[in-house]
Every structure is written in C-alpha cells, then in structure tokens.
C-alpha cells in the first residue's frame, strides 16, 4: 500500500461561507443548476463563490467519461437531457449579474453532437438575457474528435473564451483520463476553434503532481502555445476521494511561479500558475475579462498575478482545512 504524501500548508484553505457564497449557493440551488465548483470538489469555492463567481455544469451530473482524476459521477445518461435548459441558465446567470461566467460540461458521448448545439444555444441565453453584459468561457469536452461540433460551438454560441483541457503530459493520458481521450485529440480540438474563430481566446490546462518531470510539463506548454493557445492555468491535483488517483507529489509554490515565467516567456498571454490555481481561476478569468474589456494587458496582467500572489498568501496562514 502506497503511503500518500502529506498534504503541505500551502494546500489548507478557508472553509467555504459569507454572506455572497451564501446567496449564490442558495441562487443556484433555487434553480436547480449544478456546478462543477461542488460536483469536482474544487478547494476554491469558498474563495471564488465569495468573490461572485461561479462555473456552471450544464447536460446534467453524469458523465460518460470516466477520469480516474474526477470526482463527477460517472455513468450513461441515455440520452436524456433538458432543453429547457439553455433558457433556464440565462435567466440564472442574468439573476446572478455576473460579469464573468464559465460554462462547462460532462462529457455526452450517448449525443448525437456530444452536446454542442446545446452548449451553443446555453451562450446565446446567457447572453440574451445578460443584454450582452456577461462575458461568457466555454470549457468543453473533446465531442470525440468531431471537429463540426467544436465549431458548432464556436461559431453558433459565439463565446468569449473557448477551453479545453489536456490535464496531463503525453505520458500519463491513458493513466490519468478516459481511454477515449487523448493529446492528439485535445489539440486538434484547441487548435480548430482558433482555426474556425481566430479572434476567439483559447484556453487550456494542466493538472500537476500526478507522477509527471517538468521537462514533459514544459514540452506540453510548448505543445499548446505551438497551437496558438493564448491562456494557460497549472495547478496541483488534489485527490478528490481514496478511489480516485494517488498524488505522487505536491509541487512547491516555487515551482510553479517557475513555470509561470518560462510560459510568459513562451509568448502564452497569460499564465495563472500556483497549488491551488485550476482551470476555472478568477486570476485567469480577471484577466480575461481585462483583455476582452479592451483594458492594458500589462495592468490586467499585474491585476491578475496579485489575485494568484493573495491566494498563496491566504493558503499560508494555516486556516481550517478543506479535504
């Protein structure tokens, strides 16, 4: 049996509460909307819901993948689905008056489409009903590989952001995601969207401490910037339950704010790098939201490095942990 190595302070967070985590958690529940924020069991809730931002999971709680990383539960949902749904979202997010949202998904390889027609009609919702007023990322899955329904997204919703997420180096896809996934595939699909929608933003992600060398880290970096990826987010897989995946180790702040400046070196615009950053991090979306609000990139940058920086800093004062 494999002892599991112990989880370092930077890692504990402050328990999820307050008055503005505590209206939007009632608010999506009013709504019955779920969010990959509770179902993925993300460190950050307290922190991110607080601040008024949210990741919201449409197609369901069940997906037909099965990542060995992911606390999402897995399974067939036949092809069931609400399509009432995209319409339900936009008057939720439009009650919310986020500025910011990211909409994600299960994986729905049981749809004719794996579910593109309807994340494109849930953007233009969100949109309609926010009168334009929201900025809205799509982070989706692979559609197995069947590029007309990246672009359905892209170019039927018309999002702010288009993310998918490779997770881990080349190396480790068949160990950590689902046999279906792949880098090849991950990539072909990040680098349509830039094809079919190049003003569109790209973004991507990597989950580290999964058994992977910092050269493989920075060769898929490389990978995704060769693609035109303009956002990347790294960060520390954290063990969501004993079935899911072992960590093979947690990666030091240092490391990470290392990484952080070999990818702004690489020409990505922006890197939100540290243990407790994920692909859904306000630090990424701040600046997001800076780039497509047409403010300076050094200033939404700088305004979005202090968002990592406060984070790190908060995790250091040994508050009660989230496990």
Known sequence: MTTQPRKPEWLKVRAPGGERYT????????????TVCEEARCPNVGECWGEGTATVMILGDTCTRGCRFCAVTTGNPRGAYDPREPEHVGRTIAAL?????????????????????HVADTVRAIKSKSAGKTLVETLVGDFNGVLRDVATVVERGKPDVFAHNVETVDRLQRSVRDARCSMERSLAVLAHSKKVSPETYTKSSI?????????????????????GVDVLTLGQYLRPTPKHLEVERFVHPDEFA???????????????SGPLVRSSYRASEAFLKGLLRREDPALTAARADALVDKGEDTK??????VR
């Open 258 to 272: 290392q990484l952080r400046e070999e990818g702004m070196a690489m020409g990505f615009r922006y890197v939100a």
């Open 316 to 321: 250091r004062k040994l508050l009660p942990v």
């Open 97 to 117: 008056e986020l500025e910011y949202v990211v909409l994600t998904m299960v994986d729905r390889d049981d749809l004719l489409d794996g579910g593109a027609k």
């Open 23 to 34: 209206f939007i958690k009632e608010t999506l529940r009013k709504f019955d909307l779920h």
């Open 207 to 227: 989950m580290l401490g999964l058994g992977e060398s910092l050269d493989e880290v920075r060769e898929t970096m490389a990978k995704l910037r060769d693609i």
